[in-house]
């Protein structure tokens, strides 16, 4: 038997805000590493992007994924879609000039209950 309406709506909500504590932890790691945040959870036509983090003359698009095992690493990496990013990724800059002629990266932050965050840099 499938679970109510409202059991799934809690179920969503709770990982959902499992996932904003993660993209809050992430940030906070980044800014404490020299990052400045351009944008947080920029939404676009083709998806939204978790992070926008500037550092040096690197504007760096970052996927926050949050499990709740930190052996799961492996496979959120595979559950990463990187062309949504990309193409979130191009709306970002041709909206913001100031990124313009900047290098950019793609990053992943995995984070897990009771495990340091594990940054993946220039991930895809």
């Known amino acids: ?17 499992f996932g904003r ?26 998806g939204e992007i978790d992070l926008v983090m500037r550092r040096g003359r690197t504007v760096i698009f970052i996927e926050v994924k949050t499990r709740q095992r930190r052996d799961e690493f492996a496979i959120a990496l595979e559950q990463v879609n990187a062309t949504r990013i990309g193409r979130a990724a191009q709306h970002y800059v041709s909206r913001h000039r100031r990124t313009q002629g900047l290098d950019l990266r793609f990053d992943v932050i995995f984070l897990a209950p009771w495990a340091w965050p594990r940054h993946v840099k220039n991930a895809f």
């Open 1 to 17: 038997m499938l679970p109510s309406p409202s059991a799934r709506t809690r179920k969503r909500r709770s990982a959902e805000g």
């Open 21 to 46: 504590r993660g993209e809050t932890l992430a940030l906070w790691y980044l800014r404490l590493n020299g990052y400045w945040m351009l944008a947080r959870r920029y939404k676009t036509p083709s």
